[in-house]
């Protein structure tokens, strides 16, 4: 019967990953999260299912479930497999938002598909979906400002308020480009968005 039982056409997950606490809000690994907290907020309060806080969001005829897993970054993939199972949702249709070391704070690049890149949170999404044709959009959160620093220590960071100035409007900007996505129109998306 395979991973995908059942599939509404209209249907796009956006996913934001993170980890959750109060330790961890605002900080770089949370890049994710901070951009589909831009998108336009459901009626009612956020729901839980499948280890994951989620919201609907419906736009020009169309439904999109937002989602956070609440897993960790390292575990995100059973959420998200989860819910893709659920809905009959399969990868192509479903955007992932995290960080990136490798762009300078603020900047994004979105891609089709592609590995995971070294991003763990990636990485589990990929290995229990089984594919890597997952839309996604890179969030710059930059590079660790010493060699010797540890990655951890690093994305675990909170942005200075001068990183905070440029990353700010470019998590709007990351949502927006998750909506368009989500409408399918990826080429668009790239063209307005990248760089």
């Known amino acids: 019967m395979g991973l995908f039982r059942r599939h509404d056409g209209n249907l796009w997950l956006i996913v934001g990953l993170g980890n959750p606490g109060l330790q961890y809000e605002r900080t770089r690994h949370n890049a994710g999260f901070l951009a589909v907290d831009t998108l336009p907020p459901s009626p009612g309060p956020d729901r839980l299912k ?3 806080s989620y919201r609907e969001l419906r736009a020009d005829g169309e439904k999109r479930y937002i989602i956070k897993p609440m897993t960790y970054m390292n575990n995100s993939g ?35 598909s ?26 710059g959160i930059g590079n660790k400002p010493r060699p010797e620093m540890d990655l951890a220590d690093h994305v675990l960071s909170r942005f200075r308020p001068e990183e905070w100035e440029l990353l700010e409007p470019a998590l709007k900007r ?10 399918g129109q990826m080429d668009r998306a790239m063209n307005l968005y990248n760089g």
Request: positive net charge; aromatic residues 8%.
């Open 50 to 52: 499948f280890e994951g």
């Open 78 to 112: 059973r959420c998200v497999t989860a819910f893709m199972k659920y809905f009959g949702v399969p990868a192509e249709r479903t955007v992932i938002l995290f960080d990136d070391i490798s762009l300078p704070v603020g900047k994004l690049r979105l891609r089709r």
């Open 114 to 139: 592609g590995s995971h890149g070294g991003h763990n949170g990636m990485r589990d999404i990929i290995e229990l979906a089984g594919t890597d044709a997952f839309p996604r959009v890179k969030i």
């Open 174 to 183: 990351a949502g927006e480009a998750a909506l368009m996505i989500a409408s």
